[in-house]
């Protein structure tokens, strides 16, 4: 099975993805689970019976096309959503090990947001200095104490690959960076709080193939601290970077698996027409 | 497909000098309306400080109003305007800020009535408390008076700090006051200092509000000083002090019957002008200023 290239019928081209030769992984306790997760936007249900595990200390993908509600399931891990009004919840998302449910009504957003990381779509550092930029999530926990917050923001440059290209210019606005810099800045800034998740939300759609690459590997590095679950546009991102792969459709998790399986043996045909390219 | 004709490469480079016409029309139409617009305004002035070059002066500026034109000045007028303007500003500013932040952080959707009965109550606290004709009767009316201009400003510059740079700070777990005060405020200040001294600009030239309250043209005494030497160093008499501003003291020196005040009144009117001017300066300098530091 492993570095094979299926292209099981005939038909459009299939996109070329290269499956590094991985043993078929094993998934390790889960960190969460999503159970009859159902989602809507005032009377628009984007999510309908999500159930999925979330592996510990590994790297779980989301993909679909566009609309199919991946997002949407990223962003109840962090309850992005109470931001909007009219939004509603339905089922649970258990954060292990102390059997929280995230999106339970009686669950403070804030404090789900102290746990679980994110870094979005387009870099967006605040227009503060490098070092403000890592330093605000540890100042909202009320960390005062100069030399634990230099030591804490720089431990968290160094974790995010950016330490050495900024280490000099930490009191220089964080809008003077490049754009990739920005993303590992952003990431830097979500590892300081020591989150147990962090989530991904396209984080390289914004950005050139090297500053890409760097991205990739370092996200492929963090798993070793952290639970990641990121979503992508990109098939060979996917297939690169996770663990696991989720394939949603229209609001539904149609099929989750090992990422080589998914990518060489997917079992529904709906997947195998998007890993496929038939659409997208 | 067929039946459309094809476009020549003659026919484009047709189009295009055509256009390219429209373009240069426009830069030479939108040229000649600023340049109208500030001709008048030039004309305007330079009348103003010829018809009254013969009152400048340092005793101008020293001297309270007095029977005589020749020995009438605006100290008064210019000290009272000025602590006018200074409790206006020190009213709206935190006022104006305060609600355009609930007006865009926090109000639920039928927030316009609110607003409207905050403003009315507020009203009725300046007139009802029996304030009198006091300087900070005046600097509460004009405040009244600008507040829309300043909340507006307000709300434009907390909407334009991108959702993604809230949503940056909400992800890290802040509560939605502490995103306002250490990022969408200190993001949109340029824009909310620039509507304050738009709104001050406006509020500096108004006559009506001011003589509503019942403010006095002749007024040959200063409001005691805010600061005063001995313990607790600040004195707050000066609020509850008559007082006159520059708008009025010209508004009475035009309508004197004896010509030579004229020269007093466009004195006055070119200095207020002056004021206003520099006001308007200071506000782009400011929006220039963050506009460079902060680009999103």
Sequence with gaps: ?280 | MAAVAQLTLEDLRAGLGWRKQLDKLFVIVGLLVMIACLAILAILFLDLVRDGASRFGWDFFTSFPSRKAERAGILSAAVGTTMIMFVTALVALPVGVAAAIYLEEYAPKNWFTGIIYGLLALGLFVYQFGLGQSVLSAGLTLALLILPIVIVATREALRSVPKAIREAAYGLGATRWEVTRDHVLPYSTGGILTGLILGLSRAIGETAPIITIGALSFIAFLPPSPVSGEFPFLNFEWLRSEFTAMPIQMFNWVSRPDQAFQANAAAAGAILLGMTLLMNALAIWIRYRFRKRINW
């Design chain 1, 1 to 280: 099975m492993q570095g094979e290239q299926t292209s099981p019928s005939a038909g459009p081209p299939s996109v070329s993805i290269t499956v590094e030769d991985r043993k078929a992984v094993r998934a390790n306790a889960p960190k969460a689970r999503a159970e009859a997760l159902n989602f809507w936007y005032g009377s628009n249900q984007a999510l309908k019976g999500i159930n999925l595990s979330i592996p510990e200390h590994q790297v779980t993908a989301l993909i679909g096309p566009s609309g199919c509600g991946k997002s949407t399931f990223l962003r109840c891990f962090n309850r992005m959503h109470d931001l909007q009004p009219d939004t509603r919840y339905q089922g649970s998302i258990m954060l292990r090990p102390d059997d929280i449910n995230l999106v339970g009504a009686g669950v403070d957003p804030i404090e789900v947001r102290m746990r679980i990381g994110m870094v979005f779509q387009k870099p967006n550092p605040f227009p503060k200095t490098v070092f403000e930029n890592v330093a605000y999530g540890l100042r909202l926990r009320g960390v005062r104490n100069r030399t634990d917050l230099a030591e804490r923001v720089e431990g968290a440059l160094r974790a995010a690959a950016i330490w050495d290209e900024v280490k000099d210019r930490l009191s220089d606005s964080a809008l003077a960076l490049s754009g990739g810099q920005m993303q590992r800045l952003c990431i830097a800034r979500a590892l300081a709080t020591q989150p147990e998740i962090l989530l991904f939300d396209e984080p390289t759609s914004a950005l050139d193939p090297i500053a890409t690459a760097k991205i990739e590997e370092l996200i492929s590095e963090l798993r070793q601290h952290v639970t990641i679950l990121i979503v992508t546009h990109n098939m060979q991102q996917a297939a690169r970077v996770s663990d696991f792969t989720a394939f949603m459709y229209l609001g539904e998790l149609v099929e989750v698996g090992a990422t080589s399986m998914i990518f060489t043996n997917p079992g529904k045909k709906a997947t195998e027409d998007y890993i496929t390219g038939r659409y997208g």
